[in-house]
């Protein structure tokens, strides 16, 4: 999800790709020391820290104004959207009257594993258990939670006994991301170039301005694209006596809360689950038909 924290964070990435192409240990384009962060400047950066402004360092900062913020309206009903497919690292195998449950070595639990199975003691019919796996679970923990919703199934470790009288088919399927759109707002956000002479504070605005000039899209560590578009940029030198000369720049930024889920592909439509699956009481929607 969006959040004023990631966007801040993201804005600073890439004003570091193009401002430090080679990090900012190494010094910006500027041919000088850059910090790129959060927040505002502190008293260690007038004076107490290793690099500070006297000391030659650029600082850039970027913060958010909480009274600019506004929603934005708009007719989306939130719907739930499928985002994107994670295979499945979970399966199910069946032998006999014997099924196996198998994970993929040194991958994190994933995707939707069960049993359809018919002629199972006092079951008309056919009865089906599934499982979601989440990262704390063992192909052992999988195997007892299916085997419990079945009756005459136990399990030991990772296989699953079966009564003789039941055939059994696999369910095996990966799982999809669905995301919602919660809310949609603006809000502006200010970043700032700090320098020690007017000169140097120009050549940092400058900077900033190009970095971000055909920019109008930026996507955040969870994935969220938002819009950024510039607004008003202005000169600050109420604090030059004190060798401090700032340009503040306003970017618009529209952005949306929005939730996610993880679900099982089958039921979105089936997406995902293999032709050898039965059309059933449960799958209603197998693609192979």
């Known amino acids: 999800m969006a959040d004023i924290s990631t966007i801040s964070t993201t804005i600073a990435a890439a004003l570091a790709t193009v401002l430090c192409p080679d990090g900012t240990a190494s010094g910006a384009i500027t041919g000088r020391p850059l910090i790129i962060r959060r927040g505002g400047l502190t008293q260690a ?33 939130r719907p739930w959207r499928m985002d994107a497919t994670a295979p499945a690292t979970v399966h199910m195998t069946v032998s006999g009257a014997t099924a196996t449950v198998t ?12 049993l359809r199975a018919h002629g199972l003691p006092g079951i008309t019919g056919d009865a089906c258990s599934l499982h979601v796996a989440t ?16 009756p005459g199934a136990t399990a030991s470790g990772a296989c699953i006994m079966l009564p003789a009288t039941a055939v059994a088919h696999p369910i095996n399927a990966g799982t999809l991301r669905a995301r ?39 996507t955040d560590e969870n994935g969220s694209t938002f819009r950024i578009e510039a607004r008003a940029t202005t000169n600050d030198d109420t604090a030059m006596n004190r060798g401090i000369f ?41 693609p192979a038909s």
């Not at 500070?52 to 929603?71: H, M, V």
């Open 180 to 218: 919602c759109v919660a809310r949609r707002q603006q809000q502006v956000f200010v970043i700032t170039a700090w320098s020690a002479t007017p000169a140097a504070r120009d050549v940092m605005g400058c900077a900033i301005s190009d970095a971000l000039a055909l920019t109008d899209w930026l």
């Open 246 to 286: 700032s340009r503040p720049a306003r970017f618009l930024v529209t952005y949306d809360s929005d939730l996610t889920r993880v679900v099982p592909a089958m039921l979105a439509g089936g997406t995902g689950i293999g032709h050898d699956v039965m059309r059933g009481d449960v799958l209603m929607n197998d």
């Open 135 to 150: 990262a704390t679970d063992t192909a052992a923990t999988i195997a007892a939670i299916i085997a419990s919703a079945l």
């Open 45 to 77: 950066d007038l004076g107490a820290a290793v690099r500070t402004l006297q000391q030659g360092c650029d600082f850039i900062t970027i913060a958010d104004l909480a009274e600019s913020w506004a929603r934005v309206d708009e007719p989306l009903g």
């Open 103 to 114: 994970m993929d070595v040194g991958t994190v639990p994933c995707g939707t594993v069960g």
